[in-house]
């Protein structure tokens, strides 16, 4: 029975593919060049900049819209103002063909989730579902039909200021973190009104540029682009992700918007994916500062043939395609192509049927930032706090307790954990911790707060956007600082808010030094003086140089950018309601020296021994592994593993393996722990990597339960591009290993046969 369902739901979406086609012929056989052209074009709504602003005046923006020569916007948010840019064009153009609106929505849409790299750290999938979801209906209910997210580049060094925005260092966690994105976004029915169009981005390899810095080059060779970069981008096509971003830098002396290999032969040929590419922020015009085009006619050429379909503000396209196909330098099929995918998603979006369908301003008050939203957030904001060290169990805090010292820059601030990318996240609008401590204590307890230093001189004032300015940081004032050790002196904890601003991550935010910036690690030291029971609250975008911290700190927390609800959810953790879950998904180094920094590295030909010869591959002051590593969490109770079996020692390319591993809880409380399965591939025709994370499970476990958890090894996971140039798996030895992070782990071996 339910086998004929879905083939019957196979054949009904084969046809409903086949009716869009049609009326995409439809409508592209009525449209001229210049029409055609236009649908390529994607303009800035001219009052929020992602990226440098483009000379075009408002006005002549209108004229074109007015004429159909506009097939996109991006930043025009809200119903009022997505129904007026649409009506120019539904009430003026020849051919009336919708806008499709996009914007960035990347951690949610006004109701403001954890950061993706925090989000991850949740490793909980069905939440990311549902997180992605709910900033759908958020967006949707604004006039929002296409979302410029998920981000899944992997990015190994804390330098980069956008490691924020993805799932981490790990390929297969991104993998199913991006699937579990688009699957949020998109639901299971683009025509639906809730559901929005998801983008892959950025194509490809934007996460590794070299030395952290942002937009810079990027070398990696054709083995590592197939099994660490490209996985994820698979894996959203396969999962239908509606459309695909390139990216900023060069792959190997080709910049990624000018890469055919990638995107017209690789995604849009082999992968036989049927989306539209739309270029990054002006990048096919960056051909030209590359050096790779000399002016944008060349730029134009060169993108169009590697397959970037609509050009985001580089007013490229509009300028040049036409005179491209008159001298005879490109194929008119080539524009019909990327028309026909342009058009194809716009019938999918409905916008054909009524191109205000997004546009219910009852709707949009009903469904933003509703008080089931904040609770949601709230739940996403708890699940993504990772606890570091918690010595002598100081935490979690009796809600009784006497007397708590809230110190810290970021422990009233309500706007730092909305972090970067923040859609139409209102500024100040998150519950800061100190809010949320004394939401949750007893009416008994002493709450004092301090500051302790200021932290960005140049803080946010309300309407203010400091997406591209840089900020400027107190580097010298530390006279906030006695007022705070007094505080900390008579208290029985210290909650200590330090860490990284909003803008200390995301676009155009990388830095050298990974530490805490400004006068913190003062106030740090000298609160510590005089109060040893200190727990840190982290709130930072990328992995921090906390080497010291650790070393003297009893507790810490890291709780990222969470979003609306950060300091609801920071005390749901700090006085146990809630029961810490989350693990790490990059590396925390012990300096910023180490980076970039990766649990699943290379073994070398002189693997680092710990020994006393220098001949090996290592720091000499510093240590090789992370301070942290990936896959790294603790609870407030703690898991024993036992009993790693497999179900045979060998088998041949096609076969499976079964294993099981017990798991206690050992503690005094429940709670939930990720269970994580990693191999190595000890002999391979390239060289592997020590360990791949190849799946998971996060459980519940109640005090003193053993639970026998499953997996199971087959082709998929041990397959990989091998030196043939293909996705296969290789006889030999392998070994596998279980455990709650990437270190600690039982191990187990096995042999693939011919
Ligand atoms: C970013 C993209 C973003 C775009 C539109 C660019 O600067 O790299 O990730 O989607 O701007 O805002």
Redesign the pocket.
Same mark, same amino acid.
């Given at each position: 029975m339910g086998c004929s369902n879905n083939k019957s739901k196979v054949q009904n979406l084969k046809l409903g593919d086949q009716i869009i086609e049609k009326k995409v012929d439809s409508v592209l056989s009525l449209m001229t060049l210049k029409e055609k052209i236009g649908q390529m074009v994607q303009y800035n709504g001219g009052w929020d900049l992602?990226?440098p602003p483009s000379k075009m005046s408002d006005k002549e923006k209108v004229e074109k819209l007015k004429n159909g020569l506009v097939g996109s916007m991006?930043?025009v948010v809200s119903v009022k103002a997505t129904r007026e840019a649409q009506k120019l064009v539904m009430d003026n153009s020849r051919l009336k063909i919708p806008l499709i609106f996009g914007y960035?929505v990347i951690h949610g849409y006004k109701t403001i989730f954890p950061i993706p790299l925090g989000e991850s750290a949740s490793w909980d999938l069905a939440l990311i579902k549902k997180s992605a979801a709910m900033a759908a209906k958020e967006a949707s209910a604004s006039g929002i039909q296409w979302t410029?997210a998920p @981000?899944m580049d992997i990015s190994r060094d804390a330098r980069w200021g956008r490691i924020m925005e993805g799932a981490g260092e790990d390929p297969y966690l991104n993998s199913m973190i991006a699937v579990a994105r688009v699957q949020g976004f998109q639901g299971d029915d683009l025509s639906k009104e809730n559901t929005i169009a998801a983008c892959a981005?950025?194509f490809a390899g934007y996460g590794l540029a070299e030395a952290g810095r942002e937009y810079n080059t990027v070398n990696i060779g054709e083995f590592e682009l197939n099994n660490e970069v490209l996985p994820p981008f698979k894996a959203a096509a396969e999962a239908g992700v509606a459309t695909f @971003?390139n990216s900023?830098n060069e792959l190997d002396g080709i910049p990624a918007t000018a890469h055919k290999g990638i995107q017209r032969d690789l995604l849009k040929g082999k992968w036989n994916w049927n989306g539209f590419i739309v270029s990054?922020?002006g990048s096919i015009g960056e051909l030209v500062p590359h050096g790779i085009a000399k002016d944008k006619y060349q730029a134009s050429e060169i993108a169009i043939k590697a397959g970037s379909d609509m050009d @985001?503000e580089s007013h490229a396209y509009e300028a040049n395609l036409e005179k491209l196909v008159n001298d005879g330098k490109i194929d008119v099929a080539l524009i019909n192509d990327a028309v026909k995918r342009i058009l194809k998603l716009k019938f999918e979006l409905g916008l054909f049927d009524d191109p205000y369908k997004y546009c219910n301003e009852e709707r949009e008050v009903r469904e933003v930032y509703s008080a089931e939203n904040q609770k949601f957030a709230r739940e996403v904001a708890k699940k993504s706090i990772v606890l570091l060290k918690n010595e002598d169990q100081l935490l979690p805090l009796k809600k009784s307790i006497k007397s708590i010292a809230v110190i810290g820059p970021l422990a009233y601030d309500k706007d730092t954990p909305l972090g970067n990318w923040r859609a139409q996240g209102k500024s100040y609008s998150a519950v800061s911790l100190l809010e949320g401590v004394k939401n949750m204590v007893s009416p008994t307890t002493e709450v004092v707060y301090q500051k302790g230093c200021d932290f960005i001189l140049n803080d946010l004032k309300p309407g203010q956007s400091l997406f591209s300015h840089p900020l400027n940081i107190n580097k010298t004032d530390i006279s906030k600082i006695p007022a705070a050790v007094a505080a900390a002196k008579k208290a029985d904890v210290v909650l200590l808010a330090i860490g990284e601003n909003a803008y200390q991550t995301g676009?155009g935010r990388s830095q050298t030094n990974i530490g805490f910036a400004g006068v913190q690690s003062q106030l740090l030291k000298a609160v510590l003086q005089v109060n040893k029971n200190v727990v840190i609250i982290l709130m930072n975008g990328r992995p921090m140089d906390i080497t010291w911290a650790s070393e003297h700190v009893p507790s810490i927390l890291e709780c990222w950018h969470l979003g609306s609800q950060a300091g609801n959810a920071i005390a749901d953790v700090l006085f146990g309601d809630y029961n810490p879950s989350g693990k790490l998904p990059v590396s925390f180094p012990y300096n910023v020296g180490q980076e970039p920094l990766y649990y699943n590295h290379k073994n070398t030909g002189r693997p680092y021994n710990g020994g006393k010869l220098v001949t090996y591959s290592g720091y000499r002051d510093a240590p090789n592994n992370a301070l942290y590593p990936f896959g790294f969490g603790l609870s407030y109770t703690s898991f024993r593993y036992d009993n790693l079996k497999l179900d045979k020692s060998k088998i041949s390319k096609e076969g499976t393996i079964n294993l099981s591993v017990d798991v206690t809880n050992t503690g005094n409380l429940d709670g939930e722990e990720v269970i994580q399965m990693y191999i190595h591939d000890r002999v391979g025709s390239i060289t592997r990597p020590v360990k791949e994370l190849k799946a998971f499970k996060k459980e519940m476990f109640k005090v003193g339960e053993t639970k026998t958890i499953n997996f199971t090894i087959n082709n998929k996971i041990l397959q990989f591009y091998t030196a043939n140039k293909k996705w296969e798996v290789e006889p030999g030895d392998f070994d596998v290993f279980i455990g709650g992070n990437s270190v600690n782990t039982l191990k187990e071996s096995f042999e693939v046969i011919n």
């Open positions: 992602t990226g991006l930043n960035d410029f @981000m981005k950025h @971003m900023f990054d922020w @985001m676009e």
